[in-house]
């Protein structure tokens, strides 16, 4: 008996009948038939006949369930084991396998089903039911290359975002959509091929409606090639903070035809590659050091001229002194490396570094102070901190030069 099962488990790995192997399965159906000789068991196979069983494969259904469910942690390790073999899956191995953890169940599950229909169809193989099988084995291997490939791309994008590396994360998710479609194609010829369809003539057919196709998607390839652009030309990623074409907000992701933006008011907007590869495009996340702080603070006519002197100097030097505000002695690491274009290192990676405080002009109600400087952080919330120390200290420097600030007013003077 266990000589029956141990061949009939690799006779499934199998599945199906090949002329060189008639002589071994003629010799384990000898077999079976000595076993249905037994008149215990040809009283049961008389019960079981009227559903198409016998004795014999109930007991063979039974025991590869059994040995299917007790080896399946040892394939599972058998595939780790693979996976950590490997250079691009190795550090990843663990990973890949938990997100196949449920495709590997359901392959073992059609695999013993598939052996008990073999089993109960008296061991001859079924066009039919090998059709059905071999398509549904192309699904699970589509399903599984698509869940290791997106793994392995998962990762990946992780430590990218973790090293700050050079190489995009939005070039790997553009490719990876590539990669996804190329895999979908892949199964569909898979499924096609295991039903009968002639491959041949279904890709003559799409090469004759190819140029028909192109023409009547020429908005989706227009913008297939925007997307191209602005990868190539590194116009934005994904998290930077844009405005273009009407629309502001964080770059969510930039997809095969549209780039999504999440707006502050928290709208997601899809905007066409086309359309953004010829706008105009402003992106705030392209520097290095730098939030601007410009401010025109209006002081009173009545105020004497060396009380706005003194302020202005005092203004000037608590900006050179202050820690979060970017000055000529600010130092700046270059990580990045120089490109060959003709232009400073500072402006090729947004570094700021102006400071200006003078007396600007003569308006209609007050003698207005120009402020022009620039933070060192370019986060928002700590620029709003730094912003709001440098007002309090502007205050404080009025409070003790005698100084108030002007507000639009007008003074009537009566004649005599």
């Avoid at 844009?242 to 964080?250: N, Q, S």
């Avoid at 309090?392 to 420097?397: S, T």
């Amino acid at each position: 008996m266990i000589r029956v099962f141990i061949s009939l488990v690799f006779l499934s790995v199998l599945l199906g009948a090949n002329d060189a192997l008639a002589p071994f399965v003629n010799e384990q159906l000898s077999i079976i038939k000595q076993i249905n000789n037994y008149e215990v068991v040809k009283d049961i196979n008389s019960v079981l006949s009227v559903a198409g069983l016998s004795v014999v494969k109930v007991l063979l259904i039974l025991f590869v369930s059994l040995f299917l469910f007790l080896i399946r942690k040892y394939l599972y390790d058998l595939v780790e084991k693979l996976f950590v073999k490997l250079s691009y899956t190795r550090k990843s191995a663990h990973e890949i396998l938990k997100s196949l953890k449920s495709s590997f169940e359901y392959l073992l599950i059609f695999i013993n089903i598939h052996i008990a229909i073999y089993i109960y169809n008296d061991f001859m193989p079924n066009e039919i039911i090998s059709m059905v099988f071999a398509i549904i084995y192309s699904l699970m291997f589509t399903i599984v290359l698509y869940k290791v490939i997106n793994k392995i791309a998962y990762m990946k994008v992780k430590k990218i975002d973790k090293d700050n590396s050079k190489i995009k994360a939005s070039v790997i998710n553009v490719g990876i959509k590539i990669i996804n479609f190329i895999i979908l194609i892949l199964g569909i010829l898979l499924v096609l091929y295991y039903a009968g369809v002639n491959l041949t003539a279904v890709l003559s057919g799409l090469g004759i409606g190819g140029f028909a196709v192109a023409l009547a998607a020429k908005d989706s390839l227009a913008n297939f090639f925007g997307t191209l652009s602005i990868l190539l030309g590194d116009t934005f990623r994904q998290g930077d903070w844009i405005v273009a074409d009407g629309v502001e907000g964080t770059v969510v992701e930039i997809g095969l035809r549209v780039t999504t933006v999440r707006t502050f008011d928290n709208a997601l907007i899809s905007v066409p590659n086309a359309n953004l590869a010829n706008t105009d495009i402003k992106n705030w996340n392209k520097r290095e050091v730098g939030r601007r702080i410009k401010m025109s603070l209006g002081v009173k006519y009545d105020s004497k001229s060396q009380d706005i002197k003194k302020a202005v100097n005092d203004i000037r030097e608590m900006l050179q002194n202050h820690p979060g505000i970017a000055t000529d002695n600010t130092e700046i690491s270059k990580n990045a490396k120089q490109e060959a274009k003709m232009v400073s290192y500072e402006d090729a990676n947004g570094i700021k570094k102006t400071l200006m405080v003078y007396l600007d002009e003569f308006s209609d109600s007050s003698i207005n102070i120009l402020v022009y400087c620039f933070s060192k952080t370019v986060v928002w919330a700590e620029f709003l901190e730094l912003k709001e120390d440098v007002m309090y200290k502007i205050m404080e420097i009025f409070e003790k030069n005698n100084l108030e600030f002007a507000f639009p007013s007008m003074s009537i003077y009566k004649e005599n």
